[in-house]
């Protein structure tokens, strides 16, 4: 069993920046490809950043792609994500999830482990 807790969120200007941390318990995380993905209001939860442990790749949904970063720190059990140049359309609820099978890294049903999530909002 795997145990993930969001933090960081807030409210925010837009063109400002925040760093969501996300961090795991339970077993061998420093194993696992991490995602991120966000739910506005009355939308689906939808892909955001994806890391894979082994050799750090890295994948971005078009919409954040130049303004966020995904990385990780494996001695500290948390994966991050660096949020730059925040747009309203940004607000939405931020989750984290660990993606153990072999499953698109883009689908939600690929993933095995969520968190609770951590707002983010983002003011015109």
């Known amino acids: 069993q795997v145990q993930l807790v969001e933090s960081g969120g807030g409210l925010v200007q837009a063109g400002g920046s925040l760093r969501l941390s996300c961090v795991a318990s339970?077993?061998?995380?420093?194993?696992?490809?991490m995602g991120w993905f966000r739910q506005a209001p009355g939308k689906e939860r939808q892909f955001v950043a994806f890391?894979?442990?082994?050799?750090?790749?890295?994948y971005y949904a078009d919409s954040v792609k130049g303004r966020f970063t995904i990385s990780g720190d494996s001695a500290k059990n948390t994966v991050y994500l660096q949020m730059n140049s925040l747009k309203p359309e940004d607000t939405a609820r931020y989750y984290c999830?660990?993606?153990?099978?072999?499953?698109?890294?883009?689908?939600?049903?690929?993933?095995?482990?969520w968190g609770q999530g951590t707002q983010v909002t983002v003011s015109s």
């Open positions: 999830a660990v993606h153990q099978g072999s499953g698109s890294y883009y689908y939600t049903d690929s993933y095995d482990y």
């Open positions: 339970g077993r061998a995380f420093s194993r696992y490809d």
């Open positions: 890391r894979v442990w082994s050799g750090g790749r890295t």
